[in-house]
């Protein structure tokens, strides 16, 4: 049974960083592309970052672009979301998403229904 289980979120100052991190029991993220999606309530889970299963293309949020640095580390089994310069705007329950697709960063983060296993989400909050 796959267990997605995300860390790190929490309450930030406008301007200020946060690491997210991600890691599964039962997956091994070497071949699998991974991303990190966001949601507030009432508005359609986005995806802020993905990257490919061989690591070799990311894709980003346009909104974060600059900002936020995906990473993945296979020998640990980790998923990784730098975030810096946080703005009130990124405030929101993140997710860490898994899928065995061999598409490319930009194309796995049109949809979020590419995905097969989630976390159970991290809340990140910034205050201005």
């Known amino acids: 049974q796959v267990q997605v289980e995300e860390s790190g979120g929490g309450f930030v100052q406008a301007g200020g960083s946060l690491r997210l991190s991600c890691t599964a029991s039962g997956l091994n993220f070497d071949g699998y592309a991974m991303a990190w999606f966001r949601q507030v309530p009432g508005k359609e889970r986005e995806a802020v970052s993905c990257?490919?299963?061989?690591?070799?293309?990311?894709a980003y949020l346009d909104s974060v672009k600059g900002r936020f640095t995906i990473s993945k580390d296979k020998a640990a089994n980790m998923l990784y979301l730098q975030m810096n310069n946080l703005k009130p705007e990124d405030t929101a329950m993140y997710y860490c998403?898994?899928?065995?697709?061999?598409?490319?960063?930009?194309?796995?983060?049109?949809?979020?229904?590419?995905?097969?296993?989630w976390g159970q989400g991290t809340q990140v909050t910034v205050s201005s």
């Open positions: 990257i490919s299963w061989r690591g070799g293309s990311t």
């Open positions: 998403a898994a899928t065995k697709s061999y598409n490319s960063a930009e194309y796995l983060c049109r949809s979020s229904a590419t995905f097969d296993w």
